[in-house]
């Protein structure tokens, strides 16, 4: 209803005026509505830009910074090769930096990623040298009774002095990452301890030797301003895989087993495995293995005859062998063989790591994930041999040693030198492949793995398995021999010797005079053993009883047993050397210091969680027991002759 002043003269111009005050004022309010929201997306459309700008900005920044380290390192790598031979004769800094950069898959698969960097606590004995000072970082703090330890065994192969020339660093930082994370990783975001290693190598020739090299490794190898002896880690990836490693055998003209590294899912599996096994019906084994896994933890088994198929294709072998050639009988026979696959194979495949891969269905996951290998497994194996070589800057390839693997479904430690295939042989597709890895501009040091085995006619043949472009931890345990009996490889023979100025006068004449002992040297060393009952000792009980027990190592004759800490016994775990002028005593010594373990600390009983589900103390002492068994069945205590195998070059490789 109208009001009052409404009702007035001039009633209409008022109510006019009012209705135009409150139109204008309803569309001003809608304007600024309006103007309100336009300026909000355009303020995010703008903080939007910003960011995407400042962002690209900030990635170009990182690219150009990356990009100039790039070019910093590999300059400084260039003038290291060339410096080589230089630095070689003068005094020179080692930062040894064993990390496991690896993928952050596989990293955080490993248990105890700290424990198993902190194995090669032997890099320390590179003091032998007096013109070398050893800078060692380890991923955790090191107890004084361990440096003590290393301290002392470093005065058993060099001078007394040598101990104060080398120092155990740790990153600062090391407690505030997850634990998968690599050693490398960790030492970049600990500048106190970068700070360190700085003042300790400035001024001076120094360089670094890594562990498995990845991407943080030349990263943190800037960040310190030196180079790296080391493969980059792009040939490491491409190269240590069993793709790569199958490549660099094929181009050093190395055999390796018959198989296929093409399958990456399960219908490319089945495929590749069907024609492998039409084309090989012979063979009762094949292995099928994740292409970047290691130590057998990508592998699983398939027997020949769980195929229904490959029974009833080797009987029609049999009985028509002509018709076996037929092009189109092969593609009939390939068809069955995969349908046979395609619903048996998950149920057939052994795979040796249940704890990594539960079922089947976890390990094709990975399979189409990281692609896998599938290679024949001979019948008669003798054994695993590696060779250690070294890769100099400059291109050289020297052989350092060679041993056999040990392990049964899981490595458990080496036993040198190498007994298992003809030594020239050996040596020829050792120094092939040294050489085809030196063309690819890998450095460093390099273990090559083979598989020794006989043919049904009993002639010996060598396949390439396995390149690792780093230092190993075998290769680790093989220079802790070397430099405790100051033993020399021997190219020609393949034997390591002790010189005669390094044994004790009195004990060359009671070797000469009474036992006539060899001067070469034979080892046995079971790695990383985990006993639960050792968390309860202290280092000074357990080196009095081996006192006690007669568990020792003689510096006189340069024979014995001696043990390899990664860590101090509350890790419950301590590893085994034991040196002696044949195998067989020295397996023999080796199956007395895990008595005496046993004895003292009490049977290993069940699983331990330090490494695998399944404790390597048991099997350590089970392969000991069978090594024994076959060795002295065999009667070997002279190595290739005593196997009555062929030592010509053209009897064992292709």
């Known amino acids: 209803v109208p009001g009052a002043r409404y009702k007035t003269s001039g009633a209409e111009g008022i109510a006019a005026e009012r209705i135009q005050a409150v139109t204008r004022g309803h569309w001003d309010r809608l304007k ?21 700008f400042l962002s690209r900005r900030t990635s170009a920044r990182l690219a150009l910074q990356r990009k100039n380290e790039r070019q910093e390192y590999e300059a ?33 698969s490993l248990s105890d990623v700290g424990l198993r960097e902190n194995a090669q606590l032997s890099r320390l004995m590179d003091v032998s040298d007096p013109n070398v000072e050893v800078v060692y970082v380890s991923p955790f703090p090191q107890s004084p009774d361990l440096v003590q330890y290393y301290a002392k065994l470093t005065a058993v192969g060099a001078d007394p002095e040598a101990a104060s020339r080398f120092k155990v660093l740790h990153p600062e930082n090391f407690s505030r990452f997850p634990p998968h994370m690599s050693l490398s990783q960790v030492l970049m975001h600990s500048p106190r301890c970068l700070r360190r290693i700085k003042n300790l190598v400035r001024g001076r020739n120094a360089y ?175 054994g695993s041999p590696r060779v250690e070589l070294f890769i100099s800057p400059d291109g050289s390839v020297q052989i350092l040693g060679s041993h056999d693997a040990l392990h049964a479904d899981m490595p458990i430690g080496i036993t040198g030198p190498q007994t298992s295939t003809p030594h020239l042989p050996l040596m020829k597709a050792a120094t092939n492949v040294g050489q085809m890895l030196a063309a690819k501009r890998a450095m460093g040091y390099v273990t090559v793995d083979f598989l020794s085995w006989l043919e049904d006619g009993g002639q010996p043949r060598l396949w390439g398995l396995h390149i690792n472009p780093f230092l190993t931890d075998a290769a680790a345990e093989s220079r802790l021999f070397r430099f405790i009996t100051q033993a020399q490889w021997k190219a020609g023979s393949g034997n390591f010797s002790v010189p005669n100025d390094v044994l004790d006068s009195a004990s060359q004449t009671t070797a000469a005079t009474q036992s006539n002992l060899p001067q070469e040297r034979y080892f046995v060393s079971l790695r990383q053993l985990y006993h639960p009952n050792l968390c309860s000792v202290q280092y000074n009980v357990f080196f009095n009883l081996c006192r006690l027990k007669g568990v020792h190592f003689d510096l006189r004759e340069r024979v014995g047993t001696a043990f390899v800490l990664s860590d101090s016994f509350a890790s419950g775990t301590l590893g085994i050397l034991t040196i002696h002028a044949d195998p067989i005593n020295a397996f023999r010594l080796a199956s007395t210091g895990l008595s005496f373990v046993q004895s003292q600390m009490g049977i290993a009983k069940g699983a331990g969680e330090k490494f695998l589900p399944a404790g390597t103390f048991r099997n350590a002492v089970m392969e000991v027991k069978t090594q024994l068994a076959v060795r002295s069945a065999a009667g070997d205590n002279k190595g290739d002759a005593d196997n009555g195998l062929s030592s010509k070059v053209e009897d064992i490789l292709p």
């Open 32 to 52: 600024v509505r309006r103007q309100r929201y336009t300026d909000r997306c355009v303020r995010n459309v703008q903080d939007w830009w910003k960011v995407i």
């Open 208 to 382: 670094v030797i890594p562990g498995y090299v990845g991407g943080s490794d030349w990263q943190m190898a800037n960040r310190l301003g030196i180079p790296v002896l080391g493969t980059e880690a792009d040939t490491t990836l491409a190269y240590c895989s069993k793709t790569g490693s199958r490549r660099i055998f094929s181009a050093a003209d190395v055999a390796t087993a018959p198989g296929s590294g093409e399958a990456s899912d399960a219908k490319s599996l089945h495929d590749s495995l069907a024609r492998l096994m039409f084309e090989h019906i012979h063979v009762e084994r094949w292995v099928l293995k994740i292409d970047d896994e290691s130590d057998l933890r990508g592998h699983a088994y398939v027997t020949s005859t769980d195929i229904p198929a490959c029974v009833s294709l080797r009987r029609e072998r049999k009985r028509n062998l002509q018709a076996w050639f037929d092009p189109l009988q092969k593609e009939q026979g390939i068809r069955r063989l995969e349908e046979d696959l395609r619903k048996k194979l998950q149920e057939v495949a052994v795979l040796n790591r249940g704890d990594l891969y539960g079922n089947w269905h976890e390990y094709s996951a990975a399979i189409e994930a990281r692609g896998v290998v599938v290679e024949a497994m001979p019948a008669q194996v003798i």
């Open 76 to 108: 400084r790598q260039r003038e290291f090769c060339r410096k080589w031979p230089r630095i070689q004769q003068e005094k020179r800094v080692i930062v040894h930096i064993p990390s496991i950069t690896r993928s952050e898959a596989i990293r955080s």
